[in-house]
């Protein structure tokens, strides 16, 4: 366990040198414009991790959306009062959204460790979105599925992933495909130092006009 506690510190610390860089891009693109610019932080995989820590400061980000991540802060879930990540978060409340696709060892598996938070996935704060075979305004969309399909098109077919995504940037919230709440434990219950934390799992629902 030695070595692999040491690759994971190593990842944190990564994230923590990169989200300086990251602060520094967003505080730039906000100081340089003179009207109020809708700013949306995408982060994924290893990158939500980088984003939720730079996120901790203000950059002028107004929403914020983690796909396909291993957790959004480099204070393990085990400590005494870490707590809900997204409170330390300067991100307007209701702004911050997450997407776990079925087949995602990264999303699905790496978070059950805790050693960077809670899975967005299980933190009721965050809003949860469809990552599954859903129904736009402008016709069908295809299921993400692993870690690598949430920007992508199926077969010529846009992801609901991508869609939702697109959405958010768009400063348009409402059109987004919410995630459906299945009300079991989830495996992401795992037990850590302070004890098993009861999560939320969730399932697409198909959504029509």
């Known amino acids: 366990m030695a070595g692999y506690e040491v690759i994971i510190d190593k990842i944190a610390g990564a994230g923590r040198a990169a989200q300086r860089v990251a602060v520094q891009f967003d505080q730039g693109i906000n100081a340089s414009r003179t009207d109020e610019p809708h700013m949306t932080a995408l982060g994924h995989s290893y990158g939500s991790l980088t984003t939720g820590i730079a996120l901790q400061q203000n950059t002028g980000v107004r929403d914020a959306v983690f796909f396909g991540s291993p957790g959004i802060t480099d204070t393990p879930s085990w400590l005494p009062g870490s707590g809900n990540p997204v409170q330390h978060l300067q991100v307007p409340t209701g702004h ?13 598996d790496v978070p059950i460790l805790g050693r960077y938070g809670d899975a967005p996935q299980t933190l009721p704060s965050v809003t949860q979105l469809s990552t599954d075979a859903a129904v736009s305004p402008d ?61 939320r799992r969730y399932r697409s629902c198909r959504y029509r006009m």
């Open 96 to 108: 911050t959204y997450d997407l776990a696709a079925s087949g995602d060892p990264i999303a699905n």
């Open 139 to 199: 016709g069908p969309l295809a299921a993400s599925h692993g870690h690598s399909q949430y920007t992508t098109s199926i077969n010529g077919i846009d992801t609901t992933s991508k869609y939702n995504i697109a959405a958010v940037v768009a400063g348009q919230p409402d059109l987004t495909i919410p995630a459906r709440y299945l009300g079991r434990e989830s495996r992401h219950s795992a037990s850590h130092q302070r004890g098993p934390r009861r999560a």
